[in-house]
Nanobody, 128 residues
Framework: QLQLVESGGGLVQPGGSLRLSCAAS????????IGWFRQAPGKEREGVSC????????NYADSVKGRFTISRDNAKNTVYLQMNSLKPEDTGVYYC?????????????????????WGQGTQVTVSS
């Protein structure tokens, strides 16, 4: 029932910033744990960040901690990923996801198996 559509990707120079958006429909994101994942060419999909439904501070991959921020706007039913100080290794297709569960793990990880609703992905390319 939950549909997710990402936007905001594009080409950015190293050190630049992007904000990815994920518009949700069919359900209210306030009830779901949410996440962002990415997949680079030749690599496995990895969890970038995730956030419990009532959470303020999310889980982050070590590679993005301090640079990326996950958030949600419940009134707009939209999920965001603010990406700052971008590096070439951040390049990949970024996917937003929602979970039928309300909580993300307390171990700091974002397991893909927790999420069952996925967007189509948006390309992020960091290059000079």
């Amino acid at each position: 029932q939950l549909q997710l559509v990402e936007s905001g990707g594009g080409l950015v120079q190293p050190g630049g910033s992007l904000r990815l958006s994920c518009a949700a429909s069919g359900s209210r994101v306030v009830y779901h744990a949410i996440g962002w994942f990415r997949q680079a060419p030749g690599k496995e999909r990895e969890g970038v960040s995730c956030l419990s439904s009532a959470g303020i501070k999310g889980n982050y991959a070590d590679s993005v901690k301090g640079r990326f921020t996950i958030s949600r706007d419940n009134a707009k039913n939209t999920v965001y990923l603010q990406m700052n100080s971008l590096k070439p290794e951040d390049t990949g297709v970024y996917y937003c996801a929602a979970s039928p569960m309300s909580r993300v793990p307390q171990n700091g990880l974002c397991p893909s198996g927790l999420f069952d609703s996925w967007g189509q992905g948006t390309q992020v390319t960091v290059s000079s």
